[in-house]
């Protein structure tokens, strides 16, 4: 089995954060998103990955080269960014002669029985009901929950069930073809040539897709879901550190997430704070945020912020959303 991961985007909606820190390497409650579906993959018994790069895809290969070393791991380049349909099409020669692939979106964090996924006989995809369809690619299904009809960002959904970025494919010769047709004959959606749209052209060649509902899907791709995300995951069993130090003058109200090698002194940590390593903070109030690598924080109060790494901030009390390699002053 072999996996291929499209982590090409930019991350537009997390910018300022994304200018300098691919979307798939944000942390969520103490782990970067791609480690999430790199370590469900390997769960699963899948070795052999293959990653779709484009924006800062060398961090994201210096990443997974240093954090996974013993996996088989390849790198496409996709040039331009025409949609995950492009993309996958763009890794094509990579897996075209396996008898089955996984696609999983590089944004998306899943919880389910991958099981479920893996034991099917046929073609499969994760859905999620979800309260406005017009944002993601639709599924209509029939009776037995093979999908009829599959639509990308429909301005008039006729279903309320949402693919969640995880596939299985079982007939990866009629994926290819699929994906050529699309591309060949320039059928764009919003664009760009979305996996969705190819995913219907196999169904209309008579292939089977079948649906496997999730108990959970995190579309990290907006800073409110991320934050909501690091959230809900400290929450659960697994994430939250359990055994932290003493810092000087300081209570953590758990759950929270700090990382190795951090200065906390004269502060009010958590909850819900996930703290990259060697971080500083002093006289402060940090609460519902997320704060990277290195970063400096004096003398401020965050609640529901998002700080990048190598970022220091003094004398400031307010909401942030801001990149990596910023210096803020506010004393």
């Not at 103490?30 to 990653?51: E, H, M, N």
């Not at 069930?161 to 059928?187: D, P, R």
């Not at 402060?284 to 790494?309: M, Q």
């Amino acid at each position: 089995m072999k996996a291929v991961i499209p982590v090409a985007g930019a991350g537009t909606k997390l910018r300022p954060l994304t200018y300098t820190q691919p979307k798939p390497l944000i942390p969520v409650a103490g782990k970067p998103i791609i480690s999430f579906i790199i370590d469900q993959l390997v769960a699963i018994g899948i070795r052999d990955f293959v990653f779709v790069i484009g924006y800062l895809g060398e961090k994201i290969r210096n990443y997974v080269e240093t954090a996974y070393p013993d996996l088989n791991k390849e790198y496409v380049v996709q040039e331009s960014r025409q949609g995950s349909g492009h993309a996958i099409w763009t890794a094509r020669t990579l897996f075209e002669q396996e008898d089955e692939i996984f696609i999983f979106f590089g944004d998306t964090i899943i919880d389910m029985d991958f099981n479920k996924i893996v034991n099917s006989s046929f073609s499969c995809l994760g859905i999620q009901q979800v309260e406005d369809p017009r944002e993601y690619g639709v599924v209509e299904m029939d009776d037995d929950g093979f999908a009829v009809r599959l639509v990308e960002k429909p301005k008039i959904p006729k279903s309320n069930m949402a693919m969640v970025g995880f596939y299985k494919i079982s007939e990866v010769k009629a994926l290819v073809e699929a994906l050529n047709f699309v591309i060949k004959n320039n059928i764009r959606t919003n664009g760009e040539f979305p996996l969705t749209d190819a995913l219907m052209q196999m169904i209309i060649y008579g292939v089977q897709i079948g649906t496997v509902p999730v108990n959970n899907w995190y579309n990290c791709g907006k800073y409110e879901v991320l934050l909501r995300t690091n959230a809900l995951l400290l929450e659960r069993g697994g994430f939250a550190s359990t055994q932290l130090p003493n810092y000087h003058n300081t209570i953590v109200i758990n759950p929270v997430n700090i990382g190795e090698n951090c200065s906390i002194e004269n502060s009010i940590i958590g909850p819900h704070v996930t703290i990259g390593h060697d971080a500083k903070i002093s006289s402060s109030i940090l609460k519902d945020s997320i704060i990277g690598n290195y970063a400096a924080i004096k003398e401020a109060v965050l609640r529901h912020s998002i700080i990048g790494n190598d970022t220091s901030i003094t004398g400031f009390r307010q909401s942030l959303n801001i990149g990596d390699n910023t210096e803020i002053d506010f004393g």
